[in-house]
């Protein structure tokens, strides 16, 4: 009988377990206030049910959490362990940086990433020596979280170390040092971040630059103009923005040519780095920019920084659309008409595009026919063809064709829409 008990209950064990994790698990949010009942789901929860309740309880910015979420510090599971150190960045309590001291130990690397980054949000500087020791761990991700807290902390001493990091073998672990060097401020690392600029990771490269741009030494603004001919858009950006935290005025002229990258997140990063700068030099290739629907927007602000104001037409027409300022617009329709139809007729694609872009937005009826006559031209580009298709207005969608018919359907129709018919974005 006790062996046919004993064979009954091995049985139900793994059908228990897997009706267990089937079940529906109650998700805590940051509103339920009864502390005990997150402590409850902190002990006995299933690993997510646990975490989610660690989240919850330092949600509720209450001291008494602190010791439940340090409890799961030691939680079997490195999920739980993992969350807990997270979450304990956030809290700000002194209490917890022994501890999380301690799980930069864990056997688990994912559990020591996360008590690395803990340690850094906390800016304790109990934790600068452990963090160091973390720059040799065998995981690159916590080679990488170590180092950015270091930048944290604030302490020059880490300086040396996080030079040797940035010829770590992990792309993640160079990146994280050249932020952190950048936090740290000390202008002797101005060098080794300009040999950066030649690394084969683009995201390398664009943390080098934002930390010449954050140190604001003299000697970065040539690294940072050249990185502004980097083959990556993204590096580009970085170095834009950098230039523009650098405040160098002989960073004008790169910054102009800039203004005329084939990609539209450097133009608009080059319009507002020269708004910062306030050189009235780049005050004509900035109205110019009032025709680039990408940039407009950043030459806008950057013209209004240099108290530029419209003198003729057609610049007015163009500013107040930067302004997206359709009480304008409506009131001065025919003038708004007249320039921007001149210029769908513009060899200019960037002119073209705002233009067409700015008359769909506008939802002008009476301006179909030019906007027709702009695809039919082959003055369309690219992006103007998409927007037609998936804009919202029938007969400008049944002027693109489709696919394969001998029409406009060389353009692949991803649907992609810049703006929609009568409709500001």
């Known amino acids: ?148 807290a270091l930048g944290q902390l604030g302490d020059k001493r880490a300086v040396d170390r996080l030079l040797a990091a940035l010829s770590d073998s992990d792309r993640y672990a160079r990146r994280c040092a050249a932020k952190a060097l950048g936090r740290l401020g000390d202008t002797r690392v101005v060098d080794s971040l300009a040999a950066c600029l030649k690394d084969s990771d683009m995201d390398v490269r664009a943390s080098a630059v934002e930390a010449l741009g954050n140190l604001r030494d003299g000697r970065a603004l040539k690294p940072l103009v050249l990185s502004l001919g980097d083959k990556e858009p993204h590096v580009r950006v970085s170095a834009a923005q950098a230039l523009a935290r650098l405040g160098d005025r002989r960073a004008v002229r790169p910054l102009v040519a800039s203004l005329n990258d084939s990609d539209k997140y450097v133009r608009s990063s080059a319009a507002a780095a020269l708004g910062t700068l306030g050189d009235p030099v780049a005050v004509e290739p900035l109205v110019t920019s009032l025709t680039d629907w990408h940039a407009r927007a950043s030459a806008k602000w950057a013209l209004e920084r240099l108290k530029w104001e419209p003198q003729t037409d057609d610049q007015m027409v163009h500013w107040h659309a930067a302004r997206v300022d359709r009480k304008w617009l409506n009131a001065n329709s025919e003038l708004v008409k007249a320039v921007l139809v001149a210029d769908l007729k513009s060899e200019n694609p960037r002119r073209i595009e705002n233009a067409a872009f700015t008359l769909i937005a506008l939802g002008r009826e009476d301006a179909v026919g030019d906007l027709k006559a702009a695809l039919l031209g082959g003055r369309a580009t690219k992006q103007i063809v998409e927007t037609y298709r998936s804009c919202g207005h029938q007969a400008l969608a049944q002027a693109t064709g489709s696919p394969g018919n001998g029409g406009h359907g060389m353009f692949f129709a991803g649907g992609y829409c810049e703006v929609r018919w009568g409709e500001w974005r």
């Open 1 to 148: 009988m006790i062996k046919r008990r004993l064979w009954v209950v091995s049985a139900l064990v793994p059908v228990m377990a897997v009706s267990w994790w089937l079940l529906p698990k109650r998700e805590p949010t940051c509103g339920d206030k009864n502390i005990a009942d997150l402590v409850w789901q902190l002990r006995n929860g299933d690993p997510h049910t646990r975490g989610k309740a660690a989240e919850a309880l330092a949600g509720l910015r209450d001291p008494r959490a602190v010791e439940p979420v340090l409890a799961c510090l030691k939680d079997f599971e490195e999920y739980v362990r993992a969350r807990a150190a997270w979450v304990l960045g956030n809290l700000g309590d002194a209490r917890v940086v022994k501890p999380l001291i301690t799980c930069l130990k864990d056997k688990e690397p994912v559990v020591r990433a996360a008590a690395a980054e803990a340690l850094g949000k906390l800016g304790d500087r109990r934790a600068f020596k452990p963090l160091v020791g973390c720059l040799s761990d065998k995981a690159h991700y916590v080679r990488g979280s170590a180092a950015e």
